[in-house]
T-cell receptor, first 112, second 115 residues
Framework: AQSVTQPDIHITVSEGASLELRCNYS??????LFWYVQSPGQGLQLLLK??????LVQGIKGFEAEFKRSQSSFNLRKPSVHWSDAAEYFC??????????FGSGTKLNVKP | GAGVSQTPSNKVTEKGKYVELRCDPI?????LYWYRQSLGQGPEFLIY????????DSGLPNDRFFAVRPEGSVSTLKIQRTERGDSAMYLC?????????????FGPGTRLTVT
């Protein structure tokens, strides 16, 4: 069965520091993987997605993610965090009919 | 262009009442999804429409939940005899074709509170 685990519920980083949010998935076939961001009062916004090919994927707002099949991971990274990046981040895997299975999310706080 | 819209943005209802939540997808998107997001959790799949038909309703928690999409555009999620446990954010998403790997565009959600 498909599932996604985001082991970190909350993360706090200082503005300008690097960021890595962890995501592990379980899926029988080649996964379609996504990272979404959710700000208060806002809908989920797609940051990036992985289908196949290059395992390092570039997204919007300076985010990137690396697919590692051997570790069943799709971690999200950003080299320098901005205060506006404070939000909740969700990793998802696409299953049958492209319905998404989401992790429970990681809340990012940014210290000035 | 216009994104996915959902109305109302907030709904407070009493236990046992009936509610309807509306979703307007992006024009031309054939696939429409409903998800439910409880506090502190990620969205959980409820139902998927391809055109007018529900292709997968395996996520509906019980027969009090029902959804329609009669003209292949707007969808309504209907909840009968609401219970306090139904309180959550209900999210709607649409995608162009519903093919594997298609991006889903999410609406802002309807926050349902059952008192």
């Amino acid at each position: 069965a498909q599932s996604v685990t985001q082991p970190d519920i909350h993360i706090t980083v200082s503005e300008g520091a690097s960021l890595e949010l962890r995501c592990n998935y379980s899926y029988g076939a080649t996964p379609y993987l996504f990272w979404y961001v959710q700000s208060p009062g806002q809908g989920l916004q797609l940051l990036l997605k992985y289908f196949s090919g290059d395992t390092l994927v570039q997204g919007i707002k300076g985010f990137e993610a690396e697919f590692k099949r051997s570790q069943s991971s799709f971690n999200l990274r950003k080299p320098s965090v901005h205060w506006s990046d404070a939000a909740e981040y969700f990793c998802a895997v696409g299953g049958n009919f492209n319905k998404f299975y989401f992790g429970s999310g990681t809340k990012l706080n940014v210290k000035p | 262009g216009a994104g996915v819209s959902q109305t109302p943005s907030n709904k407070v209802t009493e236990k046992g009442k009936y509610v309807e939540l509306r979703c307007d997808p992006i024009s031309g998107h054939t696939a429409l999804y409903w998800y439910r997001q409880s506090l502190g959790q990620g969205p959980e799949f409820l139902i998927y429409f391809q055109g007018t038909g529900a292709a997968d309703d395996s996520g509906l928690p019980n027969d009090r939940f029902f959804a329609v999409r009669p003209e292949g555009s707007v969808s309504t999620l209907k909840i009968q005899r609401t219970e306090r446990g139904d309180s959550a954010m209900y999210l709607c998403a649409s995608s162009l074709l519903g093919q594997e790997g298609d991006e889903q565009y999410f609406g802002p959600g309807t926050r349902l509170t059952v008192t």
